[in-house]
C-alpha cells in the first residue's frame, strides 16, 4: 500500500474551557475525516503525542473538536498551531477523485506558465486563514509565493509532474537593478576640509 501523510487540519485556539479547540480545515471531508474515535499523532515535547476524537461540531461555519486526552483549557492551549495528519492510501484517494491533489504532492514539480516557459519549481505550500499560497523558488532563486486559486493555477498534473500557473503580471519577473531602490549606507560621509 503506498501511503501519503495528508493534513487534515490545524488546531487554533482553545475554545471554553474543558479543552475543546477551534480547526482551520484543510480537508473538504471533515464529517468523515474528523469521526469521534480517529486517532493523530501530533509532536510534543521531543516525542508524539496521541490524540484521539471524542466529538466535533460545526458552529457559525467554524470547526470545534474535543480529544478525549485533553481535558482543560491550558492543555487545548498548548496544542496551537499543530497539524492534525493522517496516512491515507494514494491508490484509493486517486480512485474517488483522479484530479485529486495533496500540497505534499507538489513539492518538487515544475511550474510552468500557461504559455509553455519555466517559472520555476514548488517548495511547498503555505496556509494561511484567507487560501493558501503555492511557494515557487524561480530560476534566479528567489521564493515567490502564487495564491492556490483555480484561475492563478489551472492545472496541476502529478503525473507529468508539472503545475501550470497563469500569474499576474511582475510576479514572476525580477526588478532591474535600477527599481531596487538605493544601496544602504554603510559609512559615513566624508568630512567636509576644514577651511
Do not use: C
Not at 509532536?43 to 461540531?57: E, I
Amino acid at each position: 500500500m503506498n501511503t501519503l501523510d495528508v493534513t487534515i487540519a490545524t488546531i487554533g485556539r482553545a475554545h471554553g474551557l474543558r479543552g475543546e479547540v477551534a480547526l482551520t480545515l484543510r480537508t473538504d471531508q471533515p464529517e468523515e475525516r474528523l469521526r469521534p474515535g480517529t486517532t493523530f499523532e501530533v509532536p510534543a515535547d521531543g516525542g508524539a503525542r496521541t490524540l484521539t476524537v471524542t466529538r466535533t461540531r460545526l458552529q457559525q461555519d467554524r470547526w470545534y473538536v474535543a480529544f478525549d486526552e485533553v481535558t482543560d483549557r491550558t492543555d487545548a492551549e498548548s496544542l496551537r498551531g499543530k497539524d492534525l495528519a493522517l496516512a491515507v492510501d494514494s491508490a484509493e484517494e486517486a480512485d474517488e477523485d483522479p484530479d485529486a491533489w495533496y500540497p505534499s504532492q507538489l513539492k518538487g514539480l515544475t511550474v510552468r506558465h500557461v504559455d509553455g516557459h519555466e517559472l520555476g519549481t514548488v517548495l511547498g505550500v503555505d496556509h494561511y486563514p484567507a487560501q493558501d499560497l503555492l511557494v515557487v523558488r524561480t530560476r534566479d532563486r528567489r521564493r515567490v509565493q502564487l495564491p492556490l486559486v483555480q484561475q492563478l493555477v489551472p492545472e496541476v498534473d502529478l503525473a507529468e509532474g508539472i503545475v501550470v500557473a497563469d500569474p499576474p503580471g511582475g510576479l514572476f519577473e525580477a526588478l532591474p537593478e535600477d527599481e531596487q531602490g538605493p544601496e544602504p549606507e554603510t559609512s559615513a560621509p566624508p568630512a567636509r576640509p576644514q577651511e
